[in-house]
């Protein structure tokens, strides 16, 4: 096996066998073509010196550095596995009793990880599942984006016109999104009056404008206790705010229906849509969170992969307490939470099986904890829907209310 230590520019690598001994010189290489060429040759040289017929490749997912060296590896149909970062961390004094990090000892300590098995195979996307994983990733980084911008925009009116969201319950509905633009401050209200306000709103909004709004609004500017200073450059701070908010929805838009195009590509993906209370931004965010499902051979990996596997902290006497690892993917996890919240407003399977769960007799759950148990159950189904291609059964849901099974409290 070789173990590789990833960083931005130049990697290192160091060659062991089963039993931990090393063969062979410690390597440098580049992360281009150049260098991992040079990284496969130095290593096949190794194997074919000490007879060996495998090569495995070890690694610390540094970042996103290793991206494109396990692509290149994968290719050339070598196995790549990766240590957990933690692990390496914890375990690196073993051999010198020593804190010390360089990268000479690092990819030692992640062979001997490796040599010990404590290692997993990276489930890469590719095809439809890696199209899905970027456009979710955009997505995501888009709505970081807007609610940015939302957040600069709400710190302005703060600012300037305080009492703007006396006048609006909403900023961005579109007579006050008009406003904004035409007339954002107070003085330029007072400027414009009643009548140039309604105007205005007219040319944009085809349903009757009330005239009381615009009177309120006057009068709002009239005693509006906002920054009378610097108000030339506000103006043209919320213009550009307001290009970038609008600029942000449109891509968003087309963001979304990407996702949906490619979602509908998906094998049984009209299945799990037609459960009440599924969404196709939130299914289409576990698909590309997950991957193509019949890699898996049990819905608990997928469990696991979310953070929702069950730990407890107990010793001898004490039973501590159990709660879920929160060790996987964040996205997987916060999406399955939020998937279970409308589920529950519109599916009345899932509102009578967290019922149960919250209400019966013995080892009754916390609403929260329910939730949780009702995420591991939307896993399972996804699983039975996507790898088996059975239908969404509401009665089969609810056999644990008929034939209650022990759930042991989660936190």
Known sequence: MVDVDIAKETHHAR??????IEYGKHIEFSNDSNGMEKFLKWAIEIMNK???????????????????????????????????????????????NSPT?????DPK?????????????PNIPEGIYSELRIVVDIRERLMKDLNRIKNQIVRWLDIYFPEFNKVFADWEGKAALITLKEFPTPAKVLENGTQGILATWKKEIKRAVGIKRAEKLVEAANKSVGKKHGIEMAELEIKLI???????????????SKIEELFMQVQGSNDITAIKGVGVITAATFIAEVGDITKYEHPKQIQKLAGYNLVENSSGKHEGQTTISKRGRRRLRSTLYKMVMPILANNKEFQELHKYYTARKENPLKKKQSMIVLCCKLIRIFFAILKKGVKYDGNKMLKDVKRPEKIRNVA
């Open 101 to 105: 990090k360089n990268d000479r000892k």
């Open 242 to 256: 307001l290009e970038q908010y609008e600029m942000l929805l449109r891509q968003l838009k087309n963001i979304e």
């Open 50 to 96: 000490n007879d060996k017929e495998k090569l495995v490749i070890g690694m610390e997912p540094t970042g996103h550095y290793w991206f494109c060296f396990a692509q290149f590896l994968r290719d050339k149909n070598h196995k790549v596995v990766l240590v957990n970062p933690f692990h390496v961390k914890r375990s690196k004094e073993f051999d010198d």
């Open 109 to 121: 300590t992640i062979a001997m990880l490796v040599k010990d098995g404590r290692y997993v195979e």
């Open 15 to 20: 060659a062991f066998d089963f039993r931990g």
